[in-house]
């Protein structure tokens, strides 16, 4: 049964997407009491502690691969592990948890086009006609539809935190494909997991002398808790192995189901209201994926063999 379901890469995406989604409304929950750096740190601490029994193992029957492709783990803890989560953190003390999600959902988007400029892949004129309707949809968000907005520049700079957190996570995808099928997705999660742990002691230990913490009670340790377990560990995980099993582009895809999971539970946690031009934004952001998903399965292959 557990090998049927690991071997099933569109239900391992989904859940991936599932417990992704909880990420920034858990993350716009506790940034009332804690600053962004120790929020990141904190659940890499918890993904480090339940994770210590495999990550001996893995350095001590996996350390030659940890050598061999050290610079690639370096980058991947760097772009995946830190940068994507610690900047959506960041983003959500400035912007709506709906907001995070819905600009979450140009992830493939920006997967396709770092693949243009980073790895050689052709695309044809409908990608372009699908990024520009995607990239209109992100404005109608971030300047939650005001034409005068869009004109003058003004946006909110937890928006254009997030855009960063969801191109720091195009890069994770493209170049963890690079590794897979050389090192076990285990071995390549429980490495960067470490690294990216371990660069977080010295950026915490600054942002905790220079800002103060708030109260943290019962509710905040089960969002970090939450954040720990669930998206830090076991969407990765999930992810990583979707990814071998499809490859990033077609993987990719299932990210849309990101901003609907992410908005359910931003009502209800959160109580957040979803405003018409998060809708109208949303709506086309998914429209652009749309035309992008659908683009000849030559494209996709060629993001797959790079």
């Given at each position: 049964m557990l090998q049927r379901i690991g071997n099933a890469p569109y239900f391992l995406l989904v859940i991936a997407a599932l417990f992704w989604g909880g990420n920034a409304v858990a993350g716009k929950f506790l940034a009332g009491s804690l600053p962004p750096v120790t929020i990141s740190f904190t659940r890499l601490a918890i993904g480090v502690l339940i994770m210590s029994p495999v990550i001996i193992r893995l350095f001590k029957y996996e350390r030659g691969a940890l050598?061999?492709?050290f610079k690639l783990l370096l980058f991947l803890a760097v772009t995946g592990v830190i940068g994507f989560n610690l900047l959506i953190y960041w983003a959500v003390n400035y912007t709506t948890a709906i907001n995070a999600t819905l600009l979450n959902s140009t992830s493939p988007l920006?997967?396709?086009?770092?693949?243009a400029l980073l790895i050689g892949e052709k695309m044809?004129?409908?990608?372009w006609v699908s990024m520009a309707i995607s990239m209109l949809g992100?404005?109608?968000v971030i300047t939650h539809g005001s034409f005068e907005r869009m004109l003058s520049l003004h946006f909110n700079i937890g928006d254009l935190i997030m855009v960063?957190?969801?191109i720091s996570w195009a890069l994770y995808s493209i170049f963890i494909k690079k590794i897979s099928g050389q090192i076990p997705s285990l071995a390549i999660f429980g490495f960067t997991l470490t690294i990216g742990f371990l660069l977080m002691i010295p950026a915490v230990a600054i942002e905790l002398f220079l800002v103060p913490v708030g109260t943290v009670g019962l509710e905040e340790w089960s969002a970090l808790f939450y954040i720990g377990i669930f998206p830090s560990i076991c969407s990765f995980l999930l992810w990583n192995r979707g990814v071998e099993?499809?490859?990033p582009s077609k993987a990719s895809i299932s990210l849309n189901l990101i901003p609907?999971?992410?908005t359910v539970f931003a009502f209800f946690v959160l109580g957040e209201v979803i405003s018409l031009p998060q809708v109208l934004g949303g709506c086309l952001v998914f429209v652009g994926v749309f035309i992008t998903s659908f683009t000849k399965k030559k494209t996709v292959q060629l993001a797959e063999e790079a």
């Amino acid at each position: 049964m557990l090998q049927r379901i690991g071997n099933a890469p569109y239900f391992l995406l989904v859940i991936a997407a599932l417990f992704w989604g909880g990420n920034a409304v858990a993350g716009k929950f506790l940034a009332g009491s804690l600053p962004p750096v120790t929020i990141s740190f904190t659940r890499l601490a918890i993904g480090v502690l339940i994770m210590s029994p495999v990550i001996i193992r893995l350095f001590k029957y996996e350390r030659g691969a940890l050598r061999e492709h050290f610079k690639l783990l370096l980058f991947l803890a760097v772009t995946g592990v830190i940068g994507f989560n610690l900047l959506i953190y960041w983003a959500v003390n400035y912007t709506t948890a709906i907001n995070a999600t819905l600009l979450n959902s140009t992830s493939p988007l920006f997967i396709f086009l770092l693949s243009a400029l980073l790895i050689g892949e052709k695309m044809e004129l409908r990608y372009w006609v699908s990024m520009a309707i995607s990239m209109l949809g992100v404005l109608v968000v971030i300047t939650h539809g005001s034409f005068e907005r869009m004109l003058s520049l003004h946006f909110n700079i937890g928006d254009l935190i997030m855009v960063l957190a969801v191109i720091s996570w195009a890069l994770y995808s493209i170049f963890i494909k690079k590794i897979s099928g050389q090192i076990p997705s285990l071995a390549i999660f429980g490495f960067t997991l470490t690294i990216g742990f371990l660069l977080m002691i010295p950026a915490v230990a600054i942002e905790l002398f220079l800002v103060p913490v708030g109260t943290v009670g019962l509710e905040e340790w089960s969002a970090l808790f939450y954040i720990g377990i669930f998206p830090s560990i076991c969407s990765f995980l999930l992810w990583n192995r979707g990814v071998e099993l499809i490859g990033p582009s077609k993987a990719s895809i299932s990210l849309n189901l990101i901003p609907v999971f992410g908005t359910v539970f931003a009502f209800f946690v959160l109580g957040e209201v979803i405003s018409l031009p998060q809708v109208l934004g949303g709506c086309l952001v998914f429209v652009g994926v749309f035309i992008t998903s659908f683009t000849k399965k030559k494209t996709v292959q060629l993001a797959e063999e790079a």
